[in-house]
């Protein structure tokens, strides 16, 4: 076998050209299957080269734990090259198709907003889908989760009533019916309840395994008893006896209502916690007893659909080891890698949203400053060590885009597009083509031509063609970013022969150099009297959206999140010394003593957009 290919791949000329065979699920007799239109299989996947852009603290055990920018069937088809069949659990929270557009409030730092204009609300994600394109992007994910998991790997998906039916069944194709474990029940209160239906008070959180043996650490996760419970149950800590619960155990000879003798309990180990309590109650898959986050829970970061780390502890607890890898392909505020590596755990995150890179390195690096702070760097009682170090990279340079939802009008602008009010099919036309904006929070695929295919005026074509034989009946610009490679090809062919059609693809990650899509932030840094000085900094954007409010700022540090400093810059990768990550209500500090072993300074200065500002100082 060729060097540069790996097992379930097929020989390329490079490692960057790789490609990935993927196993195909089994067909189901018997069962239901779901179909959806335009459901297709997902045969094989490219590996996607990462750039390395940030790294905070330092290896344990030769491991750094990582963080990735940019579309998770990427990062994922980017990890089968190293983590293919190695990693013990994944945890996913996507979005519900809810319809919505989930926001954040932006407030200044040590001053509150309190205006109700919409414009500083800032767009973190969009879960508004079209037709059936849910179900495959899902259905894409969760095969490629299938080859990365351990054969003892678990994975637990998170939805609610709109679609834990449909997930189910598409779970059910991919990892087998017989490797179904629970739904989880995740019980809440809070908000209004409907008058003309049952209020909706839980989520579902679908447990399945990858294999018939599975890690699940059942003893780590029981209840303690209360006193009513020990008094219930006779419970007695110290050579007590133990009423057996429940119904009578199968093949003995002890009914379910005799007390059980500690001699008893040696000489049928089997049977062990089985039935009764001894250190707590076994875990139900009902929970009621961990509660949403709220205004003042001390560790909300104010991302959208923040989930509480309790819920993340237990089932980190049940489903991992101590060094076991945990991966979140839909990482949002970063609590399952928050919970990780307080728990030991090593740990693999992703988003497509800059805003949910930037409040997951705070949130770790606020993390890892404490455990040093308290001198902990393994779990308590045990010699496990806790790895308190990340990494953050981009996949296929996926960073044009700060906010994904604003991409279309952003796009627009920069390929000077005439916008089209009078169809919901195209976008707007230039030089002569229709363009079509592709979704920009993956990369398009065929299933995305289908608005397209049903939109096309058939009959006008008839006509164009009758009237110029030679020149095309339809010019179509796709832009995306990234693509599948036959995207255009597939287009013309569903169309049909008859038709002479010119489709141009865009894309943007190749084609990104000629085009603007932001404004670039400013700021007045030097170096005094042996003093890092940020004197001003202008976050054009930001301000942008804060002049339409009316916002008085009235010092350039209430618009920064964080600063970063690297005092030894190597010209590639940002490792800071300094990681300035001030409280809600406080302020970075803007002045930072130079060591005198410094080199190439740099600073990333970051606003609350999650926008950052990178320059560098050559000072003596």
């Given at each position: 076998m060729p060097q540069n290919t790996l097992p379930g791949t097929m020989p390329q000329q490079n490692v960057e050209q790789i490609t990935f065979d993927l196993p195909q699920p089994e067909p189901i007799k018997g069962f239901p299957e779901l179909r959806w239109t335009g459901k297709r299989p997902f045969t094989s996947t490219h590996y996607y080269p990462a750039q390395l852009k940030e790294r905070y603290g330092d290896p344990v055990d030769g491991w750094m734990n990582r963080i990735y920018w940019g579309d998770n069937l990427q990062v994922m088809s980017h990890l089968l090259k190293e983590f293919r069949g190695k990693v013990d659990l994944v945890y996913i929270d996507p979005p519900f198709d809810s319809r919505v557009d989930y926001k954040k409030i932006i407030t200044l730092h040590g001053k509150s907003t309190t205006s109700d204009n919409m414009a500083f609300e800032e767009k973190q994600y969009t879960d508004i889908w079209s037709n059936d394109e849910y179900l495959q992007f899902i259905y894409n994910r969760l095969i490629l989760i299938r080859e990365i998991l351990s054969e003892k790997g678990s994975v637990y998906f998170h939805c609610d009533y709109r679609l834990d039916s449909y997930v189910r069944i598409i779970m059910d194709e991919i990892f087998g019916r017989s490797h179904f474990q629970n739904i989880i029940s995740w019980c809440y209160t809070g908000g209004g309840v409907s008058k003309t239906s049952y209020g909706r008070r839980h989520d579902s959180i679908l447990y399945y395994t990858k294999s018939s043996e599975w890690i699940f650490n059942w003893k780590d996760i029981m209840s303690p008893l209360s006193e009513e419970q020990k008094e219930r149950y006779r419970y007695k800590d110290?050579?007590?006896?133990?009423?057996?619960?429940?119904?009578?155990?199968?093949?003995?000879?002890?009914?379910?209502?005799?007390?059980?003798?500690?001699?008893?309990?040696?000489?049928?180990?089997?049977?062990?916690?089985?039935?009764?309590?001894?250190?707590?109650?076994?875990?139900?898959?009902?929970?009621?007893?961990?509660?949403?986050?709220?205004?003042?829970?001390?560790d909300?970061?104010?991302?959208?659909?923040?989930?509480?780390?309790?819920?993340?502890?237990?089932?980190?607890?049940?489903?991992?080891?101590?060094?076991?890898?945990?991966?979140?392909?839909?990482?949002?505020?970063?609590?399952?890698?928050?919970?990780?590596?307080?728990?030991?755990?090593?740990?693999?995150?992703?988003?497509?949203?800059?805003?949910a890179i930037q409040t997951a390195t705070k949130r770790l690096n606020r993390i890892i400053d404490e455990l040093k702070e308290q001198g902990q760097f393994s779990l308590p009682g045990t010699n496990?060590?806790?790895?308190?170090?990340?990494?953050?990279?981009?996949?296929?340079?996926?960073?044009?885009?700060?906010n994904p939802v604003q991409a279309r009008e952003l796009l627009l602008q920069a390929l000077e597009v005439?916008?089209?009010?009078?169809?919901?099919?195209?976008?707007?036309?230039?030089?002569?083509?229709k363009v079509k904006i592709m979704p920009v929070n993956r990369i398009a695929t065929r299933a995305d031509l289908n608005p397209i295919l049903s939109g096309i005026n058939y009959p006008e074509m008839d006509k164009r063609m009758a009237a110029s034989p030679g020149s095309p009946a339809e010019r179509i610009m796709l832009v995306c970013m990234g693509h599948e490679p036959d995207l255009a090809a597939s287009l013309k062919m569903e169309i049909g022969d008859q038709y002479r059609v010119d489709v141009?693809?865009?894309?943007?990650?190749?084609?990104?150099?000629?085009?603007?899509?932001?404004?670039?932030?400013?700021?007045?840094?030097?170096?005094?009297?042996?003093?890092l000085v940020i004197r001003q900094f202008y976050p054009r954007n930001l301000l942008q959206k804060l002049s339409m409010l009316d916002e008085n700022v009235e010092d350039w540090r209430q618009l920064v999140e964080t600063v970063a400093i690297d005092w030894n810059?190597?010209?590639?990768?940002l490792q800071p010394a300094v990681y300035d990550n001030p409280g809600k209500n406080e302020l970075v500090q803007g002045r930072y003593k130079v060591p005198g072993d410094h080199g190439r300074i740099r600073v990333k200065i970051t606003d609350l957009l999650s926008e950052s500002l990178e320059t560098t100082l050559e000072a003596e």
């Open positions: 110290e050579n007590g006896y133990y009423r057996l619960m429940g119904r009578s155990l199968k093949g003995s000879p002890i009914s379910s209502a005799r007390d059980v003798s500690p001699e008893w309990e040696k000489s049928h180990p089997e049977l062990v916690y089985r039935y009764y309590m001894k250190d707590g109650t076994l875990c139900l898959d009902y929970w009621t007893d961990i509660y949403q986050l709220n205004q003042v829970s001390k909300r970061t104010g991302y959208p659909t923040q989930k509480p780390e309790e819920l993340l502890e237990r089932i980190i607890l049940a489903s991992s080891n101590p060094g076991s890898i945990v991966l979140d392909c839909f990482m949002g505020s970063g609590t399952t890698q928050a919970v990780a590596m307080k728990l030991g755990r090593r740990f693999i995150g992703a988003d497509i949203n800059l805003g496990k060590k806790l790895y308190l170090n990340f990494e953050v990279y981009n996949v296929n340079h996926y960073d044009v885009f700060r005439e916008p089209l009010e009078s169809t919901d099919v195209f976008d707007g036309m230039k030089d002569g083509y141009q693809v865009v894309d943007i990650l190749r084609d990104r150099k000629d085009l603007a899509f932001k404004y670039d932030s400013e700021a007045d840094i030097a170096v005094e009297d042996g003093e810059y190597n010209g590639e990768v």
